[in-house]
């Protein structure tokens, strides 16, 4: 029989945490900013996950109907969907205000949101049309916001996340700063989406996609949101050595370059 | 140039205390949940450090403790789609991770007859020992951790030690025991 310090000393041996963990990481440091940059005096009797930006694909998002089951995937044919992103375009149309009224309404009401109040506060910041799919963009107080994906089928084509990270961090007029992104799932199958805050200069975005070729997102009100078939995002930063995907940016003044995103 | 020198002010506090507990908490979180959660476990956590700043605990210890209860709270909180427990299991490096061609045969066997009993402890049991082997707490910071009495915790760990030696004591003979290398062994 081993005594308790062989057995201690055993056990240290089959430490599965990380013995070079530091403070010192890019991504410590960053979230050290945004923790600072948090009004101590608000939530302490909230969530405590105001800090986490979404990292799509990962368990995190939430959708109206985001785990539907096979058996449903011919429904929406009978009811106005696209069960196969088939009239999907590379390139938004924008909706009338009705429509995007509508659109925010039934985003705010989304089910998905675990933060109600800051749903209803929300306004909409993009409402975008690609053939049957309406994308919105909600964007509320302190940096909060939710994206709505659906083809306003009667079952499963829906998709969203909604979160913050806090203490209303801005990027840089030139800059993005996504909240989401990486893939999702509907009744249609995967997508490819990044969304989040864009600086005071920004005025359109968009994304060489392999399969999709270019694809044209939208800008608006400080948001921006763009979004494919398929999950070409879903590994996005082991894909790029973790240095994130190249957008390209154009600015007010007519100019455009390459911003690199990741969460 | 004159300066002054007064107490630090809430920033510089959590500053520092940040840097000297980041990296021990992203291992306490490791030992308990996927790795690659434990970045945002501590971002959380930290946040609701920076913002309990006021009942932070004054010896460093202590402080350490503190945060670790509160990672333990959110970690607790957020299991989703499991019934909601009330301690948290470590788990352990695969004992079959070193080849047993470069340790001393009994040493492995020992390993992999520990970590199977470890996988057999309750998770009450795992926690109580984690607290005291992996963070090398003392009993009065390991109560705090789990929000228990000192003599609480010096019970349970008690009774964790003996649990963990009855398993190891009865384990069924290992088939697992490892073997020489034989194309590294050296004859002659």
Known sequence: ??????????????????????????????????????????GKAQNVHPLRRRKVGRGVLVGAAAAVTAGLVALPAISGGDPAYATWTAVPTSLSPAASAKAGDDCRSSEGHTEKDSAARAEVAIAEQRGAWTTVMLAGDDGWSAMCVSDDSMFGGSFGYSGGPGGSPTPGPRDLLPQGMGTG??????????????????????????????????????????????????????????????????????????????L | MTSFSGPPDREQTFRALYASVYPELIRFVQRRTSPDRAEDIAADTFLVVWRR???????????????????????????????????????????????????????????????RAWRRLSEVHQEALGLA?????????????????????????????????LLLDHLPASSGAPQPVSGRTQTS
């Open chain 2, 53 to 115: 700043l006021d009942d932070l605990p004054a010896a460093a210890g202590d402080a350490r403790a503190w945060i670790f209860g509160i990672s333990r709270n959110i970690l607790l909180n957020t299991r989703r789609g499991e019934q909601r427990r009330e301690a948290l299991g470590l788990r352990l490096v695969d004992a079959f991770d070193v080849p047993a061609s470069s340790m001393d045969i009994d040493l492995a066997t020992s390993r992999i007859d520990l970590a």
């Open chain 1, 185 to 262: 799932t509907t009744s249609a199958g995967s997508l490819s989406m990044v969304a989040g805050a864009a600086g005071s200069d920004v005025v359109g975005v968009s994304y060489p996609s392999q399969a999709e070729g270019e694809v044209t997102g939208s800008v608006s009100k400080g948001q921006f949101v763009l979004w494919f078939p398929g999950d070409e995002l879903q590994n996005y930063d082991t894909d790029h050595d973790g240095e994130g995907v190249e957008l390209t940016v154009t600015y007010a003044d007519g100019s455009s370059a390459p911003v690199r995103v990741g």
């Open chain 2, 133 to 165: 082997v992996f963070e090398v707490l003392t009993g009065p910071q390991a109560a705090a951790v789990l929000g228990i009495s000192p003599v609480a915790y010096r019970i349970r760990l008690t009774r964790a030690r003996r649990a963990l030696r």
């Open chain 1, 1 to 42: 029989m081993i005594r308790d310090e062989q057995t201690d000393m055993l056990l240290r041996t089959l430490d599965p945490a990380d013995a070079v963990a530091s403070g010192g990481s890019l991504r410590a440091r960053t979230d050290l900013e945004r923790i600072l940059a948090a009004d101590p005096a608000v």
